[in-house]
């Protein structure tokens, strides 16, 4: 007559550590979804700064500059105005006007600057502009931002030879940005009815959505500080 009972005791405590089993499985599983997605955070990030060294080692970033890798930790709300906070600040070495750029290539300028943090005004902001040339050519002309977030290559004469694909980088005329920074590439030209120019769409080879980490190019002693981008209109 006891065996019922003993049957039920039997399944009832069955039944508590199988649950209990089920918890701390479920635990275990929540934990190693936790560090498989942190480990591929850190995979992530290892790519995007492997790839930002790569960038800095080329032959043609310049030798004498130092680079302050930073996180973004801030973007700006509005489409009219384009434009990232980062990490490092004046403690750093960070000044106005300083050339930014991402391991695909320029990324804007220094903007506003505090002990420990910055604005980087973003070569897409409507009120941005970078003086450019072809990679491997002799066209020039100045790259604009705008408020679709896309580039155009103006003041380029028309006489000068452009085609799709070709790759913009900057010139360094005006001193406003470090020579010879990838801007994008050429998507299409057209030329303008009543002027002496063709407008030129780049498109850039930063993805400006994605951002998570940049550098801010620092001078060496003595050299001339580039002035801030339209800096009389911010």
Do not use: C
């Not at 209990?20 to 635990?27: A, F, G, K, P, Q």
């Amino acid at each position: 007559a006891l065996d019922p009972f003993r049957n039920a005791y039997h399944w009832v405590t069955g039944l508590l550590l199988a649950q209990s089993e089920n918890e701390r499985l479920r635990e275990e599983s929540d934990r190693l979804r936790t560090e498989v997605v942190s480990l591929r955070e850190q995979a992530e990030e290892n790519k995007r700064l492997r790839e930002m060294l790569g960038f800095v080692n080329q032959p043609s970033f310049p030798q004498d500059y130092k680079f302050v890798t930073s996180r973004v930790i801030g973007r700006s709300a509005s489409a009219w105005n384009a434009t990232i906070t980062i990490n490092r600040g004046t403690d750093a070495g960070v000044q106005l006007g300083q050339t930014v750029v991402s391991g695909q290539g320029l990324v804007g300028q220094i903007s506003a600057v505090t002990t420990n943090s910055a604005q980087v005004l973003l070569i897409i902001d409507q009120n941005s502009h970078v003086e450019g040339k072809l990679q491997s050519g002799t066209a020039t002309g100045t790259v604009l931002g705008s408020i679709n977030g896309l580039l155009e290559m103006d003041f380029v004469y028309k006489n000068q030879k452009v085609q799709k694909n070709d790759i913009v980088v900057t010139s360094g005329i005006g001193k406003l940005f470090v020579k010879g920074i990838q801007i994008g590439v050429v998507d299409e030209t057209a030329d303008q009815e009543i002027e002496y120019f063709k407008s030129v769409s780049i498109t850039p080879f930063v993805d400006f959505g994605r951002l998570e980490e940049v550098s801010v190019l620092i001078p060496p002693p003595g050299a001339d500080q580039p002035p801030l981008v339209n800096e009389k209109e911010r």
